[in-house]
């Protein structure tokens, strides 16, 4: 089942460990949100705000970036030069 999450205020919700495979986060507000261990594999994160959210340990398998947002204390499972060569924003 495909979840769509679009244009929704996550400010701060609790992920961890979920799996949200699939899920269309376009332009959702997550910042501050724990999606530690989730899956997440497939997922759209366009133009989502990620800033402050915790992803160590997610699976970002063919997980969509581009133009996702993130900061100094946002947690990746990938490296920073990772994340902007799959179309991430620092900010």
Not at 27 to 34: C, M, P
Request: charged share 30%.
């Amino acid at each position: 089942m495909k979840r769509s999450y679009k244009w929704k205020d996550l400010w701060g919700q609790d992920f961890s460990n979920r799996d949200l495979s699939f899920t269309d986060f376009t332009k959702a507000d997550l910042r501050e949100s724990n999606l530690k261990g989730a899956k997440l594999m497939g997922s759209n994160f366009s133009e989502a705000n990620l800033r402050w959210a915790n992803l160590e340990g997610a699976d970002l398998s063919g997980a969509f970036l581009k133009g996702a947002t993130y900061d100094d204390k946002t947690t990746l499972p990938i490296s920073g030069e990772e994340a902007q060569k799959r179309g991430m924003i620092k900010k």
